[in-house]
């Protein structure tokens, strides 16, 4: 039965929901994340522009969420949290909410003993508040990504 009321959901929500719900049974079968070419591989899938169609049509609807993790040899693991805001972006009580659990739900899935970092990686930074206070360990802005020459040779 809750197979069908995502099917159900799959179809209300998109035209061809065939590939869309391929991409989400692929990625149901890793914790761990997959790449494109994973996906596209594992599933099958034809890498054309109904592929990259879909997996936006997902992203945006919140079907999927595969923001970053970076597993580090120093035993620890960045979960990064990408958002977009023209602004400096605002981290609600509710949204704090979210992340918290999403740092409670990894950690215990992970299995894995290692020290977890949230990281915003947003155009302009966050506002202070707070929740940035107590759950985020570091910021990467746009600057960052694109800056050059920052004493490297």
């Known amino acids: 039965m809750l197979r069908n009321e995502y099917r159900n959901r799959y179809a209300a ?3 061809s929901y065939d590939t869309h719900e391929a991409i989400v049974k692929v990625l149901a079968t890793s914790w761990s994340g997959m790449t494109r070419d994973q996906v596209i591989e594992t599933g099958q899938l034809s890498s ?3 592929f990259t169609k ?3 049509e997902l992203e945006l609807s919140g079907f999927v969420t595969i923001d ?3 597993d580090r040899a120093d035993r620890c693991i960045n979960i990064c949290e990408m958002k977009f805001s023209e602004k400096p972006y605002v981290i609600s009580k509710s949204y704090a909410s979210i992340l918290e659990s999403k740092l409670r739900v990894f950690g215990a899935r992970s299995n894995r003993q290692r020290a977890l970092f949230l990281t915003m990686i947003t155009p302009n930074g966050t506002v202070p508040n707070r929740y940035t206070e107590e759950l985020i360990t570091n910021q990467v802005v746009l600057s960052d990504l694109f800056a050059t020459n ?3 040779t």
């Open 13 to 15: 929500l998109f035209e």
């Open 150 to 152: 920052r004493g490297l």
């Open 48 to 50: 054309g522009g109904g």
């Open 54 to 56: 879909a997996i936006e």
């Open 68 to 70: 970053l993790l970076l």
